[in-house]
């Protein structure tokens, strides 16, 4: 019994990708929601249905949809994946299985402030297992909690609880150090770019321009973290995109940087999904400029070609 069951286990990390746990806080930082939802339910004495959800999203195609099925794997095929408009997404709600989540995010902590809303998610999960959220006291605090998440309560349950006062945060102390590679390559997963950016270019011989850039895109509340990236990688420019938003990027563009440093990087810490087709394509074009191709007709070609069939020009069957 026990050989078969060892025999079922190879098989299946086989057939999905084996995520390392700090790539699965690090995508979950760039992409995943720990969320309260409430709902009126008439039945209930209080009037309102209050549960907890980790999500994680991917826009549709099959590569993505591997990836979701590997995180599920990852957290012993709890929850599941379904379609929402052009994204998948991976959802996990009953308490039981959520313990499971709480448990990696405890192990391998999130690296964002995305932590602070972890961190309240887990009070209103403890509510939720003492049966608080059935008391009116309990309502009031839950609402209260949900008030400072991103998208904070709606306007009909402002209108029922107009009193509800937002609680404050937890204070966390953020880690100034390096980080851990893996969990860069899960954050990049979600939120980096890796882009070739051919253009039209009139003071250019051959008329155009290839400017290959790698882009991490970050709110300034994670100012310090898009820093420790940079120490961590041994690269990268802190830029402000745009004065109207407020935003920072890390970006790689020389291509010194890009070869020597991004590229082995990416190819050492492997990248998932329709993510890891678009670095293939990236490095193909690096090798292109590299061997000086990109001053030739031919090469330029070459080129665009990569260009227009990554990132959103990407078509999928
Ligand atoms: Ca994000």
Redesign the pocket.
């Known amino acids: 019994m026990v050989e078969n069951k060892n025999y079922l286990n190879i098989k299946k990390v086989n057939i999905k990708n084996n995520l390392h746990p700090w790539f699965i806080t690090g995508y979950s930082d760039?992409?995943s929601s720990f969320s309260i939802r409430l709902r009126s339910s008439p039945r209930s004495r209080l009037g309102i249905h209050i549960s907890i959800v980790y999500s994680i999203g991917a826009e549709i195609n099959s590569e993505n949809k591997k990836l979701l099925k590997s995180v599920k794997y990852y957290f012993e095929e709890k929850g599941s994946i379904s379609k929402c408009g052009n994204m998948y997404s991976y959802e996990v709600s009953s308490i039981k299985k959520l313990k499971i989540i709480r448990k990696h995010f405890e192990n391998f902590p999130l690296q964002t402030t995305k932590m602070f809303y972890f961190q309240l998610w887990c009070q209103v999960m403890d509510m939720i297992e003492n049966k608080d959220h059935l008391k009116k006291e309990g309502v009031l605090k839950i609402l209260s909690i949900k008030s400072v998440f991103p998208k904070g309560l709606s306007k009909v349950v402002i209108k029922s609880y107009p009193d509800i006062v937002p609680c404050s945060k937890p204070t966390i102390e953020f880690c100034r150090k390096e980080i851990n590679p893996y969990w860069i390559t899960g954050f990049v997963q979600?939120?980096g770019t890796f882009g070739l950016n051919w253009t039209k270019q009139k003071r250019m011989v051959l008329g155009y321009t290839c400017q290959p850039q790698f882009r991490i895109t970050q709110h300034k509340r994670d100012l310090i973290l898009l820093k420790r990236i940079i120490k961590t990688l041994g690269c990268g420019n802190l830029v402000k995109p745009s004065i109207s938003r407020n935003e920072y990027n890390i970006s790689v563009g020389n291509i010194k940087d890009l070869s020597e440093i991004i590229i082995p990087f990416f190819k050492k810490y492997s990248l998932y999904g329709a993510k890891l087709l678009d670095f293939n394509d990236f490095f193909k074009g690096i090798c292109i400029i590299k061997k000086k191709e990109h001053l030739t007709i031919k090469g330029l070609k070459q080129l665009k070609i990569l260009a227009y069939h990554m990132n959103t020009y990407r078509k999928w069957k």
């Open positions: 760039g992409e979600a939120d």
